[in-house]
C-alpha cells in the first residue's frame, strides 16, 4: 500500500479535499493531510469542502492536524499545493 500525505497551509481546505477525493478513489492507498500554521489544530475542514464533498456523496470526518516528524516518515509521497509550502517541508 502506498502511504500519501497533502499538505497545504491551514489543513482546511486544499489538503483535506485532497485526501478525502484520493481516499474516494482508491482503497489501495493510505491518504492523509496535515498543515502547517497551527493556529488551525483541531477545527473541521472548511464548510465549503464539506459541502462539495458531500455533494459527491463522500463522508468527511476530519480534524485539522499539524504536519509532524511521524507523517513524514510515514509517508511514500508527500504533496504539496504550492512551492512555498514545498519548501517548508523539504
Known amino acids: 500500500m502506498r502511504n500519501i500525505l497533502f499538505i497545504c497551509d491551514g489543513n482546511t481546505c486544499k489538503s483535506p479535499m485532497a485526501e478525502y477525493l484520493l481516499k474516494n478513489k482508491s482503497n489501495f492507498l ?3 493531510s496535515a498543515g502547517l500554521i497551527p493556529f488551525f489544530v483541531g477545527q473541521e475542514a472548511s464548510h465549503n469542502v464539506i459541502k462539495v464533498l458531500r455533494s459527491r456523496k463522500i463522508s468527511i470526518n476530519h480534524r485539522v492536524k499539524l504536519v509532524n516528524q511521524e507523517l513524514v ?11 512555498e509550502e514545498y519548501q517548508q517541508v523539504s
Open 73 to 83: 516518515e510515514w509517508s511514500e509521497l508527500i504533496l504539496t499545493t504550492n512551492r
Open 30 to 32: 493510505s491518504v492523509k
